[in-house]
């Protein structure tokens, strides 16, 4: 065979039959067989769409997402959605055709050196050394990456995927991961008989191991209540009685309470993120004296962030199972205090979804100010503008069945944090600890190529939105249909609070004069609606995806908000300003 149909073959063995990025000729003999091989390859508008789409193609369908582009500028566009797969621990396959070995040196055309720049977001990087290897190094890279959970990098000389070579195309290979060491698995069960006040955090790791109902399991046999991790809001069902929200950035107060009274924490598939722990609505609820269970497939993950009692190096799945079985038939500590516990968490919820249903606004001194000023003005719509808060939670009534949501990095979206739920697991995605801008769109959209017959809803601000919109093209170009809700303030939010609490309003670059999102979809092909009266929130967002669902239609919901803001991001990286030279004295 080629080398390109060895490179075909490879990605069918490995259930391949949907790629994003933008057609090159560094690999067009490749390319002119995807469609033979039953490969749909979906043209983008720019590549970090591209590995944004298969990102959440894969986090979606639990296999591979795969992104591929021109050698050089195509392929350094990828490096953002590429590090963002990389924090999702997605298993995504960047294909980076490079330039020919007859000319590497040279300062060719579209040459640069293609390694180095995912070195740092990908667990590995294959580089096909000769023509003959093409099918070892695409199998090698299909399996790392979900052998460790993360993006791979394979790397083409163009001239490779020409000639005549004689190959086996590999079987894929995958692990079986096992519950983690007996000795270990002794330990934390003996930890938990013990516990009084036992709490579960359910991370990623208990979603990509399809381990919800054994943690639900291990938290009924311990009436534990269980917090998701940091952007997991989908790694426990919010139906269920111990389900009691996130923590981290603008979580849920409720969970903070309870695993603030923690005196062991079982850490289920989770690295227990730095931002996902920080003191929050002002409560430095992390309990300091709890000894934690830590369990997670990186051994590297364990005790990295916050010392532990017991490190567990295996699968969320089978460590819960094999924690339950441990458990089984033996008296415990909290067995008779869980009505009472049980209680407690009934009593946290409640007080916490009253003080969301009160908190109908921001309170601090610029929101109320912002309050104001719009009181006096009227958006070009002609409604009025809307409260954040009350829309999210209008949105949160709204919310289809099955449904998928992505979030955007911002204020609103992260605000937006308390009011996402969801029942079934691989529904929430957001760009995690790389935080960057224009994310949601696409990987929303590639959560619908992998599940089209779920509601695919992204959230975004104005400023976000900005760097993503262009994808909406591609979304009706190529029947991918998605509903998008972005929220109209007229700023950069997240980084113009932090202007009010440190910088004393001294608005540098943070404001957005923007024409109406909703026009502009329209002038894309997509559906666009304007919403400036809160009354129509939630009859949009039906409207919206009753279109994508039964007509095929992508629609952008742009909603008018006030200019009010939520909590900074980095009040713990932030400091008040100090001058040392004359002519800045004024600035502090």
Not at 66 to 89: L, M
Not at 424 to 432: E, G, L, Q
Request: glycine letters at 10%; a negative charge.
């Amino acid at each position: 065979m080629t080398p390109s149909e060895a490179f075909v073959e490879t990605m069918v063995a490995n259930g391949v039959t949907d790629m994003f990025g933008i057609m090159g000729s560094a690999f067009m003999d490749a390319m002119d067989i995807f469609a033979p091989a039953g490969i749909r390859l979906v043209p983008v508008v720019h590549e970090q769409g591209a590995a944004h789409m298969a990102d959440g193609y894969a986090r979606v369908s639990g296999r591979h997402g795969v992104v591929i582009g021109q050698n050089g500028p195509g392929i350094s566009n990828c490096v953002t959605g590429i590090a963002a797969a990389y924090w999702a621990h997605s298993p995504v396959v960047i294909v980076t055709p490079e330039a020919g070995t007859n000319g590497i040196g040279l300062g060719g055309f579209q040459e640069c050196h293609q390694l180095p720049m995912f070195q740092e977001f990908t667990k590995y990087q294959g580089h096909v050394t000769h023509p003959a290897r093409m099918a070892e190094y695409t199998g090698r890279c299909f399996d790392r990456a979900l052998s460790e959970m993360g993006p791979t990098q394979l790397n083409i000389p163009r001239d490779y995927f020409y000639g005549e070579i004689e190959c086996e195309i590999p079987a894929p290979s995958r692990l079986d991961r096992g519950p983690g060491g007996t000795k270990s698995l002794d330990e934390a069960a003996e930890l938990l008989a013990n516990a009084k006040f036992p709490v579960i955090v359910s991370g990623g790791g208990v979603v990509m191991a399809d381990a919800v109902e054994e943690c639900k399991a291990l938290a009924e046999r311990l009436g534990a209540p269980v917090v998701n991790s940091y952007q997991h809001n989908d790694s426990f069902p919010a139906s269920h009685p111990l389900w009691c929200g996130p923590l981290g950035y603008q979580g849920s107060k409720a969970g903070m309470k309870l695993i603030s009274q923690a005196d062991v924490v079982v850490a289920l598939g989770t690295r227990l993120g730095p931002f996902g722990t920080l003191p929050q609505h002002g409560m430095d609820y992390w309990p300091k004296d709890a000894k934690i269970i830590q369990i997670d497939a990186d051994h590297k993950m364990l005790g990295l962030v916050k010392k532990i009692a017991v490190g567990i190096c295996g699968d969320a799945k089978a460590a819960a199972v094999a924690l339950s079985e441990r458990l089984a038939g033996r008296d415990l500590a909290c067995d008779t205090t869980k009505a009472q516990r049980l209680d407690t968490i009934e009593s946290e919820k409640a007080a916490w979804e009253q003080e969301l249903d009160e908190w109908t606004h921001e309170k601090d001194p610029f929101s109320l100010d912002a309050i104001d000023e719009a009181k006096g003005e009227k958006p070009f719509s002609g409604g009025e503008y809307l409260h954040p808060r009350q829309v999210l939670r209008e949105l949160e009534k709204a919310m289809p069945e099955d449904v998928m949501v992505s979030t955007d990095i911002g204020n609103i979206n992260a605000v937006a944090h308390s009011y996402l739920r969801f029942d079934k697991p691989r529904s929430f995605f957001a760009p995690m600890s790389f935080g960057n801008c224009g994310y949601a769109l696409p990987t929303i959209m590639g959560a619908k190529a992998a599940a089209p017959h779920r509601p695919a809803i992204a959230y975004a601000g104005d400023g976000a939105w900005g760097m993503s919109l262009m994808e909406t093209m591609t979304a009706v170009r190529h029947d991918i249909p998605v509903t998008a809700v972005v929220f109209h303030n007229r700023q950069w939010g997240a980084e113009k609070k932090n202007q009010v609490e440190f910088y004393n309003r001294r608005f540098v670059a943070g404001e957005l004069d923007n024409q109406s999102f909703a026009e502009i979809g329209r002038a894309m092909g997509a559906e666009g609606i304007t919403v400036d009266r809160l009354e129509d929130v939630g009859p949009a967002l039906k409207k919206a995806v009753d279109m994508q669902m039964n007509e095929g239609k992508t629609c952008i919901i742009e909603i008018m908000c006030t200019r009010e803001l939520g909590d900074p991001f980095r009040r713990d990286a932030l400091k008040k300003p100090v001058r040392l030279l004359e002519k800045y004295q004024d600035y502090v």
